[in-house]
């Protein structure tokens, strides 16, 4: 199993540019894809960007496209989403997620293509 923590967020001003990381433990890192959703307050939770077991595919939701970058270091088995050009609506909790069932390569953006999950980190956005 994995367990995923994701920590760095909180309190940032519009157009800030928080890079909250998510580490791994359980296994290592390098053998499963990896995710980040949000949840905003009265709404379902939604795909922001995945990335592949290596690092060398990463891929985007629209509504982040060219402003957020996620990026992984297997060597630490942490995967970073870094946030440039934060938007009031970009505020909500992040989760960081892993799929650990050794599925083949494919674009998860569902879901219900991950099996594991992280508590959640809040990020909320001040204008």
């Known amino acids: 199993q994995v367990q995923l923590v994701e920590s760095g967020g909180g309190l940032v001003q519009a157009g800030g540019s928080p890079r909250p990381p998510c580490a791994a433990s359980?296994?290592?890192?390098?053998?499963?894809?990896m995710g980040w959703f949000r949840q905003a307050p009265g709404k379902e939770r939604e795909f922001v960007a995945g990335?592949?077991?290596?690092?060398?595919?990463?891929y985007y939701a629209d509504s982040v496209n060219r402003r957020f970058t996620v990026s992984r270091d297997n060597a630490k088995n942490t995967v970073y989403l870094q946030m440039n050009s934060l938007k009031p609506e970009d505020a909500a909790v992040y989760y960081c997620?892993?799929?650990?069932?050794?599925?083949?390569?494919?674009?998860?953006?569902?879901?219900?293509?991950?099996?594991?999950w992280g508590q959640g980190t809040q990020v909320t956005v001040s204008s």
């Open positions: 997620a892993a799929d650990a069932r050794g599925s083949s390569w494919s674009m998860r953006r569902q879901s219900y293509d991950y099996d594991c």
């Open positions: 990335i592949s077991r290596s690092g060398g595919v990463p």
């Open positions: 359980g296994r290592t890192s390098s053998s499963y894809a």
